[in-house]
């Protein structure tokens, strides 16, 4: 199944240089890509490879243009921002293929008879859904997963199988949960009394918007007293885990293994490195960018990118460097010592 340039052009913007009426079969990376193909060039520093490419279109910015059509004879759209258009395109392609699961409950799911499941919904085998939970128009509840009692799932969302969403939970439109993923697990908290555990009842929600990608085997806990929220848009990585009572803003994207400690408050549009730590309790501004592996310990006030790690290095220098950082309090008193007996020295007359 083709789609014509003009058509991609009509959906999604950009100005043609070629053919309307040429049709592409799919999209392909740039050294993939074959005569049916559309690709895109996302990165300057690949215009070499583009100007070379098989596909018969490509989806690049203006200013790459001149240099790549001085010797790529195929169709162009051009765009401010060829990822992003390539994103919606791959999302077009997907969808002319794409197997919607059918509306109904399977046989064998387990479905409460104070539950709401839209007609349009589809609820896979062995599927739960406990009381008075509600399943929105167009939701799907893939197979082995697990509504708990008063959650609400929302129009569009899609649970893959084995997702776990536990009771008084909600999700808004659109959203996506990957296999694995347990939303309202017990927040971790006890309070100690001589040495002994006392484990602190967790009876908040976890709360999330519209547009909330989930991935594989990320836990989210519910809240101890308040609720834990996901605002709109937000996009989780596989294996991460978020604490108790954190709020994370707006379209903030995390990627995989991030762990965000409880009542983390967490701004709109940041993004988070792989296996970036966030302590508790801290507040975290809007358009903040933490590096992978960055340990954060302190509030951010201030938008911009940080960075928390020594970089690599071989082993034995790593343990030099490490000796010198132990002793830096005691070179730090030599060198005030030191200071003083020169300033002693420079004041005699």
């Known amino acids: 199944m083709g789609i014509r340039l003009a058509e991609l052009v009509e959906r999604f913007g950009g100005q043609l240089v070629g053919d309307p009426n040429l049709e592409v079969e799919g999209i392909a990376p740039l050294a993939d890509a074959g005569p049916s193909h559309i690709s895109f060039l996302s990165n300057s520093k690949l215009r070499a490879l583009a100007a070379q490419s098989q596909a018969c279109a490509l989806i690049l910015n203006p200013n790459d243009e001149a240099a790549v059509a001085a010797t790529y004879e195929g169709a162009r759209i051009l765009t401010k921002n060829p990822y992003a258009y390539f994103a919606r395109a791959a999302q077009l392609f997907e969808s002319l293929t794409a197997v919607v699961p059918a509306p109904g409950v399977h046989p064998s799911a387990v479905v409460a008879s104070s539950a709401k499941v839209d007609p349009s919904a ?115 990585d596989n294996q991460i885990q978020i604490g108790h009572n954190c709020r994370i803003g707006a379209h903030t994207a995390m990627a995989g293994c991030v762990g965000v400690a409880g009542s983390a408050v967490i701004g709109k549009y940041c993004t988070f490195g792989g296996a970036a730590m966030i302590l508790g309790h801290l507040t975290i501004a809007d358009h903040v960018h933490i590096s992978s592996g960055s340990l954060v310990s302190r509030s951010i006030s201030e938008p911009g990118q940080y960075t928390g790690f020594y970089p690599l290095a071989k082993n034995a220098e790593w343990e030099k460097t490490a000796a010198i950082v132990r002793n830096l309090d005691t070179m730090r008193a030599k060198m005030r010592a030191l200071e003083k007996q020169i300033k002693a020295l420079t004041d005699k007359p």
């Open 122 to 236: 589809h609820v896979g085998p062995h599927a739960t859904i406990e009381d008075e939970a509600e399943i929105g128009p167009g939701a799907v509840i893939g197979a082995g997963c697990f509504v708990g009692r008063r959650a609400a799932i929302g129009e569009g969302t899609r649970l893959f199988p084995n997702v776990t969403f536990h009771a008084h939970c909600r999700i808004g439109k659109r959203g996506i949960l990957h296999s694995g993923a347990v939303i309202g697990t017990d927040g971790f908290g006890f309070a100690n009394e001589g040495g002994v555990y006392i484990k602190i009842p967790q009876t908040g929600r976890v709360l999330i918007g519209d547009d909330v990608d989930i991935g594989a085997n990320t836990t989210i806990d519910r809240g101890a007293l308040a609720d834990t929220v996901l605002e709109d848009g937000v996009k989780l």
